[in-house]
């Protein structure tokens, strides 16, 4: 394993961590006993950054990583979010005031069953609360000793600069792939000049990348039911994207998915990758791409094929995406 600092934190993580949240909702029927095994595995594989949210699966997927690192909390990095609020009806809300981030940090170290988690992250800017008021209160659970770390998540570079102006921010987690590259706009180049590291969530574009989707035929609990870049003719358009990285992929004699975490991982020194899967054998495949090197033509010819703006479709539907970039 690899190991990279997160921008200029003491904060240390494995080159590319594990995304637990599929564990518990938005693709398929979670399997919790594979999904500890997968943990395990991942911790004995030198996987040190395990990533959840207290939204996901409303607070199931923080109580299955805290069951999963009971005896191994010293090997590993936990990072969680607060800040998006299911409501009732399944609607959701953001809800960043002060009050409400420490019962909510409480509410997760209660639910991970440990004395401090180590990296939290607002995981959607309030566009009703000040964000110096924010993480003003995150910045009171660092002192408090129930955080280690802050993060941020999808915020705008305007929002950026401003929390960081309040406390040191370790690490920003935006959406970026080979068909999601919006934060090399401005966003990667911020979080360099403030010191920021950079975590990818999907960096498969949601199980695009890996080539083993060949139709949009999803389950009843599958979020890319929903997600424009999976519709009509977006799907379509888009599998011929993942068919020329499948064909380079075949070319360096690894899969597509190794190829496209090979380029994430080559994006710099401060970009962790957290690929998410719940089961073993995908997390196998997903850490055979750290041995993949791609050489400064490999890089230009991925440009090529996967120029920003390539994917079809919006990464989210219209009203979620209204939450990010603020």
């Known amino acids: 394993m690899e190991y990279r600092r997160l921008g200029k934190s003491s904060l240390i993580v494995s080159a590319m961590g594990l995304g637990c949240m599929g564990m518990s909702q938005s693709y398929g029927t979670p399997d919790d006993a594979e999904s500890m095994a997968t943990i395990h595995h991942a911790i004995d594989e030198g996987v040190t950054f395990l990533d959840t949210a207290d939204m996901y699966g409303v607070g199931v997927n923080e109580q299955l990583v805290g069951r999963a690192i009971a005896q191994r909390r010293n090997e590993v990095i936990v990072a969680t979010k607060f800040g ?3 409501q009732a ?147 379509q358009q888009n599998l011929k994207l993942v068919e020329r990285v499948e064909q380079m992929a075949r070319e360096k004699g690894c899969t597509s998915a190794q190829l496209a975490l090979a380029w994430v991982l080559a994006q710099g020194q401060d970009v962790v990758p957290i690929p998410g899967t719940k089961r073993r054998k995908y997390l196998e495949e997903d850490l055979g791409a750290l041995p993949v090197r791609l050489s400064a033509s490999d890089l230009v010819r991925l440009d090529e094929l996967a120029p920003r703006g390539v994917a079809a479709g919006l990464r989210y539907p219209e009203v979620h995406m209204k939450r990010v970039g603020i």
């Open 84 to 86: 998006n609020v299911r």
């Open 89 to 235: 009806d399944g609607s959701l809300t953001v809800n960043g005031r002060p009050e409400y981030v420490q019962q909510a940090c409480e509410a997760s170290l209660r639910r991970l069953k440990i004395p401090a988690i180590d990296l939290y992250y607002q995981h959607r800017v309030d566009p009703n609360v000040p964000i110096e008021e924010t993480i003003g209160a995150m910045a009171r659970l660092v002192e408090q000793g129930k955080v280690r770390y802050l993060g941020m998540s999808e915020a705008g570079a305007k929002t950026i600069r401003r929390a960081s102006a309040v406390h040191p921010i370790a690490a920003l987690q935006n959406e970026y792939s080979l068909w999601t590259r919006d934060p090399e706009e401005e966003i990667l180049a911020v979080c360099r000049e403030l010191g920021i590291g950079f975590v990818s969530y999907s960096p498969l574009g949601r199980g695009m990348l890996t080539g083993q989707i060949k139709d949009n035929e999803f389950g009843e609990n599958d979020f890319r039911r929903i997600s424009p870049r999976f519709q009509g003719k977006n799907f």
